[in-house]
T-cell receptor, first 109, second 113 residues
């Protein structure tokens, strides 16, 4: 069965510092990877998908199949980036998403 | 365009009571899901549906039942609520490949006392 691991629960940085939120996965096939963001007491929103190779709000994520990782990065954090971030994976079967446990990003002024 | 709407937003139940959470989507999505979100546990799949009239168990189905009588609605029922079911419940929907990502509802915060 597939699994998503987010090894850290909390990351606290100062405004303007670089950010890297780690995500590792286990799946023998070729999964589709996503990052979702949840701002305080709001619904989860899709941040980005690896298949589209896009940059959203300055965030990027590269799929590394050799290391089975999909880390989320941003060169200069902003206070409005403070939120909970979830890495998620789907194998395509019934489009079910498997989520990691999430990480809270806190950006201090 | 409302997207995914969940009702109610908040509810307090006594142990043993029953209730139904409603999820409605207006995007003509085939696939719908119910997740629960607990601190330190992330989101865990309770039940899901791949189309009208079909349902299937997810990772943590015990104590819950679901129905998908209409394509746009996905109901989650708790027959006899327990304190362990205190959680935030999220509904989500997607197209059949899911590559565009899920659209989530705003959540239902349920407390069982």
């Amino acid at each position: 069965a597939q699994r998503v691991t987010q090894p850290e629960k909390l990351l606290s940085v100062f405004k303007g510092a670089p950010v890297e939120l780690k995500c590792n996965y286990s799946y023998s096939g070729s999964p589709e990877l996503f990052w979702y963001v949840q701002y305080s007491r709001q619904r989860l929103q899709l941040l980005l998908r690896h298949i589209s190779r896009e940059s959203i709000k300055g965030f990027t994520a590269d799929l590394n199949k050799g290391e089975t990782s999909f880390h989320l990065k941003k060169p200069f954090a902003q206070e409005e980036d403070s939120a909970m971030y979830y890495c998620a994976l789907t194998t395509g079967a019934n489009s079910k998403l498997t989520f990691g446990k999430g990480i809270t990003l806190s950006v201090r002024p | 365009n409302a997207g995914v709407t969940q009702t109610p937003k908040f509810r307090v139940l006594k142990t043993g009571q029953s209730m139904t959470l409603l999820c409605a989507q207006d995007m003509n999505h085939e696939y719908m899901y119910w997740y629960r979100q607990d601190p330190g546990m992330g989101l865990r799949l309770i039940h899901y549906s791949v189309g009208e009239g079909t349902t299937a168990k997810g990772e943590v189905p015990d104590g819950y039942n679901v129905s998908r009588l209409k394509k746009q609605n996905f109901l989650l029922g708790l027959e006899s609520a327990a304190p362990s079911q205190t959680s935030v419940y999220f509904c989500a929907s997607t197209t059949d490949r899911g590559l565009g990502g899920y659209t989530f509802g705003s959540g239902t915060r349920l407390t069982v006392v």
